[in-house]
């Protein structure tokens, strides 16, 4: 390819031709390493070598997600005691713990716990209750306290969070000192296998579902299709009026 060269000399307007190339001259595709991606000098981490923190969930320990109105509670957890202690609960939820008692908390396979959060009172007025022991670690009377109940026999709920020094599997011991406390315990937990376990929904409950009358119009049906072709009005569900346009 050929371009024309305009420019001025003493005596006249010249054009000259010249070749491509001396204007623009061929081009070579350059050689790039990767440091010429890097941003500020800093080189990124190789996406295979970054590290997929495992996902941390919650479990509680509670009267209410007691399995069997015993020691046994959701998604595979237990609580054994070497006194053998029999299983009771106090107000809040909360599951009654003795003074001085190891207790057990025996985790499913391939779960640790991190750490824990205890939310309870202590259940007299002579002592306060303590966190004594949270597996190998012990704590002194001032660390984790429940203070004791009043004069009146009223009870304080009080939380603490307690990080474990190292995450622990299998079994998970615990001791309560001072005197007995009413607990919930919710443990802090990961998967050791990379596969967190699927959470099983909670059953849906099914309804009643009465005119304003009191009359029942359906009789255990669920929440979400109560009203499906029932005619506009005010219905009571679970005690409540409800008002429902069917448009």
């Known amino acids: 390819m050929r371009y024309i060269s305009t420019h001025i000399t003493k005596d006249c307007l010249a054009e000259t031709e010249v070749e491509s190339n001396e204007f623009f001259p061929e081009f070579v595709q350059p050689e790039y390493t990767s440091d ?3 941003v500020d000098g800093e080189e990124p981490e190789d996406p295979e070598e970054e590290e997929n923190p495992a996902i941390t969930t919650s479990v509680v320990l509670a009267a209410s997600t007691s399995t069997d109105g015993n020691w046994g509670f959701a998604k595979g957890y237990s609580i054994s005691n070497s006194s053998n202690k029999g299983y009771s609960v106090g107000k809040e939820d909360g599951v009654k713990y003795s003074r001085n008692v190891e207790y057990t908390i025996n985790l499913p396979k391939g779960i640790e716990v991190t750490a824990m959060d205890f939310t309870g009172y202590c259940n007299y007025d002579d002592a306060d209750g303590y966190i004594a022991q949270l597996g190998s670690t012990t704590y002194s009377s001032a660390d984790y306290v429940f203070p004791r109940k009043d004069s009146e026999g009223n009870y304080k709920v009080v939380s603490h969070s307690v990080t474990l020094p190292a995450p622990i599997q299998g079994t998970l011991p615990i001791k309560f000192s001072g005197q007995q406390v009413v607990m919930v315990i919710t443990l802090w937990t ?3 296998t990379g596969i967190e376990t699927i959470v099983q929904m909670p059953a849906i409950t099914p309804v009643n579902i009465y005119s304003i009358t009191g009359q ?13 072709g029932l005619p506009a009005g005010i219905y009571i569900i679970d005690g409540k009026k409800v008002f429902w346009n069917n448009y």
């Not at 359906?218 to 499906?228: I, N, S, W, Y």
């Open 190 to 192: 990961r998967s050791t």
């Open 36 to 38: 010429d991606y890097y």
């Open 216 to 228: 029942l119009v359906r009789k255990q049906v669920h929440p979400g299709e109560a009203f499906l």
